[in-house]
Each structure stands twice: as C-alpha cells, then as structure tokens.
C-alpha cells in the first residue's frame, strides 16, 4: 500500500510539473511540435495512428522532455534519450529505405553504407534478426506478415516514425541546451544517425549473406566498423564538441591509411 501512495504521489508531482511545462516557451515548441506532426496528413503518424493512439503518444514524449528538462543534467540526458531513439530509429528505418530509382524518404540513401538494398529483402530479414523478429511477434495480429506482404514494411515505418518524434522533440530541448549548431557539417545529431544506419545496413547484409559495401564506401576501409562506434561515446561521454572531435579522430585516421 504505501508503494501505491508514493507512486500516486510522483505521478501527481510529475503532472503538476507537466503542466507548468507546457506554459514555458520552450514547453510550448515542443507541444506545438509534436502536435502538428501528428494531426497533419503530411506525415504517417498523422496519417494513420488512431485519435488514442496520438493522446497516448503525446503525453509520453511531453512527459519524457518535461523529465528531462528538471534532471539533474538536462544536457547529458536529452543525449542519452536521443540516442536511443535513433537507434530504434535506424534499426527499423533501414529496412524501409527503398533502392534507386524510387525516392528516399529518409534521405540517408546514398550516404556510405547506406544503398536501400535491405528493403528488396525485408521479409527475409524479418526471420533472420531477432529484434525485428520479436517486434513482430510482438503484435496483436502477428500472423498478419502471412497474408498482407506490406506489414513488415508498414510496421517498420510506424516504429521508425514514432522514434524521429521523440527524436524531433527532444532536439527543440536540446537546442535550447545549446548544444547544437546550426550547420549541419558541424552538428552531431544527423551524422550520428548517418552512422547508426550505415552500422545496422551493415548488420543486415551480413545476415543476409550481401557484399560488404560500408568498407567500400568508407574512408575508413574496413576499420569503420571499429570507428563508427566511438561517435556514440563522445556524444554520451559528456565532449562538449562530439562532431569536432569525430571529425579530428576521422581525418588522423584517413590520414594514417594513407602512409
């Protein structure tokens, strides 16, 4: 009984700081920016998520950058929450970003690494990668991917639709933070989620017995797989300039290939 109080009792001071969220400007920005995504027809979350499922979806992420805002280290956890959501980003994203000649949705075609090849084998992959294999038996209608050949892709894309929500939300705290810049070769966010899909298409053709592209395509060779990782501790290991020391640490190592 008294765990029931206390959680009452966090709960009731979660919302009350909720609330004055809300009536802060950059409270504000964020609602502003998660509502329009999704009630609009321009996005599939506007699209095709029920009315429920858009409360249920707002109040959580409204939550999660409220929490966030009041922690002890607003900067380094508006981090760590961004980079979760971009890896559940590219894990589900990679598998819907579709080859030439088709349009790329995402954008991240064509960086190295990243081909659309995975798409023209989602269903393969489906059975081959357990956390793709577990989200989709994790459904209410799992039996569904037998009769409707579009539900792995669909599913994918509500996932990875929902993770650039929280993604999108959290960046109007951080750039709030200050810790952004606004250009974008000199930004961390979006070389970082660059980089995490080139690590999970790379994931994907291995499982899937495809030629290694990302060695190819990489001025790092073959030793990006070891390197790619490093970008996500600096962002979490508190640098304040992660970009910059990627791009230091990259051009000393293209550097030394070349001797």
Known sequence: MLQIIIDWWQKRRANKFIKFFLSTPIGYGVSTSIW???HTD?????KFLSQENKSILFNQIMSDICLISISDDPLMECR???CNYIDILACFVVPTICPPPKDDYSNYRGMPGITGEIFNHIHEL???DERLKKYIWSRDVPNKIKDDPDYPYEAFLRVSSEAQLHINAANILRIHLNDYKPEPERDWLHKYIEIECA???DKYRKLLGLNDVLKNESPLGSSALIFYPVFYHLIVGGKEYPRFEWEEMLANRVESRKR
């Open 199 to 201: 690590l999970y298409e």
């Open 42 to 46: 321009k996005t599939y979350l506007g």
């Open 80 to 82: 760590k929450y961004i």
């Open 36 to 38: 329009e995504a999704l």
């Open 126 to 128: 489906v059975i081959k």
